[in-house]
């Protein structure tokens, strides 16, 4: 086991097992510097955009288009547990789907409302290797490969929107071939050195551009529903949009602010002087697609109240073993 796989179930053992003085300190310091970063970046955004702008394209927004961004994002979020299963079978763990979409949900709940706290990934690696003895490092690297499928698709389509934005003054042939060649090569380290991960490999990548595909038909679902759209005045594009936002994905992985909220605004706001974009919707696309994850994510809450539904999903002895 790796310092890195052992960092991360001593750190899941921490958080459910009575914490020593030293390690609640640490909790809270980690917590405070999470915060404090997300704040300063916030305050460093609407000292650029005027947040009045944007809070009156959230009051004046068509909810029911925001409600259809809700549903394309909660369906990403089914496609996000759906993948993962994928690189769990390539390893021969048999999760039941439900119990596998109920720890889905748990880990989102880690991941946006416990800065402090273990990250989801972890707790969702502690909890199988603690029922089923799967090795950390089985489970490690089918999470891995997760993230990394989500990299692969997030380049696809960064290809394709580079076509479609003038500005970035490039020959498509540079993007692709590089796109291309770093594909191979990944599949070839992949099949080498990590077979066992290969077995759905094409299959779970599939469902990573499903995944994507979802999370930027969110975006435009949220831009709909802006007054631009009902005075029939945006003559902007798209495609400058859903590139900050895929790039705002990439730095939102970095675990310096809480829940990833700061890190999209700072990008997005950024991008907005690069790309021909309204500052302030850019900053809304931001909030609104953090504040919509953060609802669902809250369904994970009711594992923790309840965590006996969380073990329902369980498979028997019996299919662990066949």
Known sequence: MTDIQQAIVNEAEEEINPKTPKQRFWNVVKTILKIAVTVALLIWVFSKVDINKVKIRLLEANYW????????????????AWRLLSFFKSIGLKLNPRYNLRLYFLGLFYNFLLPGGIGGDGYKMYLINKTFKTPVKKLFWAVMFDRLSGLWAIGLITVALIFLIPQIDVHIGIPLGIFVTGSVIYYF???????????????????????????????????????????????????????????????????????????REAIFTKLSTVFPMIPDLAIFLATSFYLLSLVVALFGVYYV???SRLQEGLPTEEEVNS
Not at 72 to 77: D, G, I, Q, T, V
Not at 202 to 210: N, Q, R, V
Not at 225 to 236: K, Y
């Open 65 to 80: 288009w925001m409600l259809a961004a809700f549903f394309c994002l909660a369906l990403s979020m089914l496609v996000s």
């Open 189 to 263: 380290v992949a099949y080498k050195f990590f077979r066992d991960y290969t077995h759905k490999f094409f299959e779970a990548h599939a469902k990573a551009l499903l995944l994507q595909s979802l999370q930027l038909l969110t975006i435009i679902c949220v831009i709909l529903g802006q007054p631009e759209f009902h005075q029939a005045g945006f003559h902007g594009k798209f495609s400058p949009y859903l590139l900050s936002f895929l790039i705002s994905a990439l730095a939102s992985i970095i675990p310096i602010t809480a829940g990833g909220a700061g890190a």
């Open 305 to 307: 109240i309840r965590p």
